[in-house]
């Protein structure tokens, strides 16, 4: 699967660490965003790159990490046919699948770990979209 990843300063060691797991569960990976930790990099523009792969069809999936996710969130969920998730555990990230179609997996590294994250990615990948009943309010989103 192609995933793009993208994140802001704050988020840059949680993104170096994802894109490492992934590219061990041999995804391809598009990693946008900040250079390092140490130079500002703004959310928005990192939100922006994720969210443009996705609406392109450059990628399958997307993550997003800021500070707390809430920023960067809000970025992405602002592109037409983006469905972007502020998760902040397994069970969000499995419904973010299953009820929401969920297109993007946003993250706060200044909220979970390194362990944490990457069991949130591995559950957004893994999991499909439920349809039925949810199909219904997800068309309604556009």
Known sequence: ??????????????????VSH???KG????????????EPYSYVQAGRLVAKDLS?????????????????SIVCNKK????????LNEC???????HNDANILAMGARVVGV?????MVDTFLSETFDGGRHRERVDDIE
């Open 56 to 72: 392109e069809g450059s990628a399958e999936r997307g993550i997003a990490i800021c500070g707390t996710g809430i920023g960067i």
């Open 1 to 18: 699967m192609v995933i793009s990843i993208a994140s802001d300063h704050a988020g840059y060691e949680l993104r170096q660490a994802i």
């Open 92 to 98: 969000m990230a499995r419904l973010a699948r299953q």
């Open 27 to 38: 995804h391809q990976v598009l990693d946008r965003g900040a250079l390092s930790s140490k």
């Open 80 to 87: 037409r046919g983006i469905r972007c998730a502020l998760c």
């Open 115 to 119: 362990s944490l994250a990457e069991s």
């Open 22 to 24: 992934l590219e061990q």
